[in-house]
C-alpha cells in the first residue's frame, strides 16, 4: 500500500516536502526497486517527476535544481523535498512502484 503525505498549499518561490510510506514492503524490495513519483496537472497528462533506486536518482529536466528525491530505508518512505516552487507545478502528486500508485497529494503554489 502507497500512501502519500505532505501536500499543501505554498507561495511562489516557497517550498514543500511531500513523503511516501511503502507499507509492507519488504526492505530488499524497498532498497533495490525503481520508487517513483509523478505529477498530474488539470487538463494534463500524468508526468514523470523523479525516480530512486538504491543510491541513484533521477529527476525530470522540468524540476532539476529545485526539487530532491529521497528515501529512508528503515521507514519504507520516500520523499519530494521542492523548493522554489512555481505554479506551474500545482498538480496532484503521486507515488508510484511499478503498477502500483497511491491516492495522491495535492499541491497548489499560488502567484
Known amino acids: 500500500q502507497l500512501v502519500e503525505s505532505g501536500g499543501g498549499l505554498v507561495q511562489a518561490g516557497g517550498s514543500l516536502r511531500v513523503s511516501c510510506k511503502f507499507s509492507g514492503m519488504i526492505l530488499s524490495v524497498f532498497v533495490s526497486s525503481d520508487l517513483g513519483w509523478y505529477r498530474q496537472a488539470p487538463g494534463k497528462q500524468r508526468e514523470f517527476v523523479a525516480s530512486?533506486?538504491?543510491?541513484?536518482?533521477n529527476v525530470a529536466d522540468s524540476v532539476k535544481g529545485r526539487f530532491t528525491i529521497s528515501k529512508d530505508n528503515t521507514r519504507r518512505t520516500v520523499s519530494l523535498q521542492m523548493n522554489s516552487l512555481k505554479p506551474e507545478d500545482t498538480a496532484i502528486y503521486y507515488c508510484n512502484f511499478q503498477d502500483h500508485w497511491g491516492p495522491g497529494t495535492q499541491v497548489t503554489v499560488s502567484s
Open positions: 530512486i533506486r538504491g543510491s541513484s536518482t
